[in-house]
Nanobody, 117 residues
């Protein structure tokens, strides 16, 4: 099991940038694929970005070209750089650690991102 703490959310104007961080309580380097999800008010939680233990990345079409996921295994931290933010990016953003070869996963508590028009 790993504890995850997200940070970096806030209020930003459309076109602005934010960088979210997800700090893990233990090493994630060879064990966990890491994911960022988001949930807008009244909507289902959706996958925004994934980074595997091998540093492969994948993005939802809605964020592709604007968001970048990265991981620093030495710091047990995953990042989500969000550029060219839009009001529709407003959501609570959650970090998820998915243990490879297992159904086990852990979630952070979420961080609010609000983009004003």
């Amino acid at each position: 099991q790993v504890q995850l703490v997200e940070s970096g959310g806030g209020l930003v104007q459309a076109g602005g940038s934010l960088r979210l961080s997800c700090a893990a309580s233990r090493s994630i380097s060879s064990i966990y694929d890491m994911e960022w999800y988001r949930q807008a008010p009244g909507k289902q939680r959706e996958l925004a970005a994934v980074i595997t233990t091998g540093f492969s990345t994948n993005y939802a079409n809605s964020v592709k070209g604007r968001f970048t996921i990265s991981r620093d295994n030495a710091k047990n931290t995953v990042y989500l750089q969000m550029n060219s933010l839009k009001p529709e990016d407003t959501a609570v953003y959650y970090c998820r650690a998915r243990r490879i070869g297992s159904l086990a996963d852990d979630w952070g508590q979420g961080t609010q991102v609000t983009v004003s028009s």
